[in-house]
């Protein structure tokens, strides 16, 4: 099996547990959100419990979510003229990898543990 090594969809779903952390654990975060981000925090989940919140602080890629959280954040510069998508397929095509691994396993091993959108275990990378 090819794809991305397990650490890429890991970072983009923490980036998302990001905004809900942030959420709780900074108040004034919530109102510096645009509406968009507003509006799918809720489907998201909301706000973090500090149960949910503690768990995620272990995560060994904790920092590294948090950063892409905050490129995420100033990236949204309305008319801010950006290379197309194109321009980024060798780098995507540097990231593929081969794995021994069914996906199944990988997630078995690899992601955080859900009951809904509650943050109940992560499980090592």
Same mark, same amino acid.
């Given at each position: 099996?090819?794809?991305? =090594? +397990?650490?890429?969809?890991?970072?983009?779903?923490?980036?998302?547990?990001?905004?809900?952390? /942030? $959420? *709780?654990?900074?108040? !004034?975060?919530?109102?510096?959100?645009?509406?968009?981000?507003? @509006? %799918? #925090? &809720? *489907?998201?989940?909301?706000?973090? %419990?500090?149960? +949910?919140?503690? #768990?995620?602080?272990? =995560?060994? #890629?904790?920092?590294? $979510? #948090?950063?892409?959280?905050?490129? !995420?954040?100033?990236?949204?510069?309305?008319?801010?003229?950006?290379?197309?998508? =194109?321009?980024?397929? !060798? /780098?995507? $095509?540097?990231?593929?990898?081969? $794995?021994? @691994?069914?996906?199944? !396993?990988?997630?078995? %091993?690899?992601?955080? &543990?859900? =009951?809904?959108?509650?943050? &109940?275990?992560?499980?090592? /990378?």
């Amino acid at each position: 099996m090819r794809g991305f =090594d +397990e650490r890429i969809p890991h970072l983009v779903e923490g980036h998302v547990l990001a905004k809900r952390y /942030l $959420c *709780f654990k900074n108040p !004034d975060y919530w109102g510096k959100l645009s509406p968009g981000s507003k @509006r %799918t #925090l &809720v *489907f998201q989940g909301g706000p973090m %419990t500090e149960a +949910e919140a503690r #768990l995620f602080e272990t =995560d060994p #890629l904790f920092e590294r $979510c #948090l950063q892409m959280r905050s490129w !995420d954040d100033n990236a949204k510069v309305p008319g801010l003229e950006v290379p197309s998508f =194109d321009s980024y397929q !060798d /780098l995507v $095509c540097q990231c593929i990898v081969a $794995c021994n @691994r069914t996906a199944k !396993d990988a997630q078995a %091993t690899t992601s955080f &543990v859900r =009951d809904g959108n509650t943050i &109940v275990g992560i499980h090592a /990378l």
